[in-house]
């Protein structure tokens, strides 16, 4: 699912107020880069696992978050159940 604009300045607001460093942790350089497509982590036992990815653009070092715990209001029309 592509995301828009909005939800990904919400997404990187969240992350900023909640202190997710800019500063890649490998390399040390500060070019962060977001994935602008929600991505599903196969199925968890509670259903599709859905998750905002984030990387630096010099060293390709990624972190992914939960988006569900992250926005979840940001994503309340969005169903995450079991398929069957």
């Known amino acids: 699912m592509r ?3 909005d939800q990904l300045e919400v997404i990187a607001k969240t992350l900023n107020a909640k202190g ?3 500063t890649c942790a490998a390399c040390g350089t500060k ?3 977001m994935v ?4 599903f982590l196969g199925k968890s036992t509670t259903g ?5 990815v ?13 988006v569900n ?3 979840p ?9 079991k398929e069957s």
């Open 3 to 5: 995301l828009t604009k």
């Open 20 to 22: 997710v460093s800019k």
């Open 31 to 33: 070019d962060p880069v």
């Open 36 to 39: 602008d497509e929600l991505l």
């Open 48 to 52: 599709k696992f859905p998750l905002v």
């Open 54 to 66: 984030t990387g630096c653009g010099h060293c390709g070092l990624t972190q992914s978050f939960a």
């Open 69 to 71: 715990r992250l926005v």
């Open 73 to 81: 209001e940001l994503f309340d029309n969005l169903a995450f159940e």
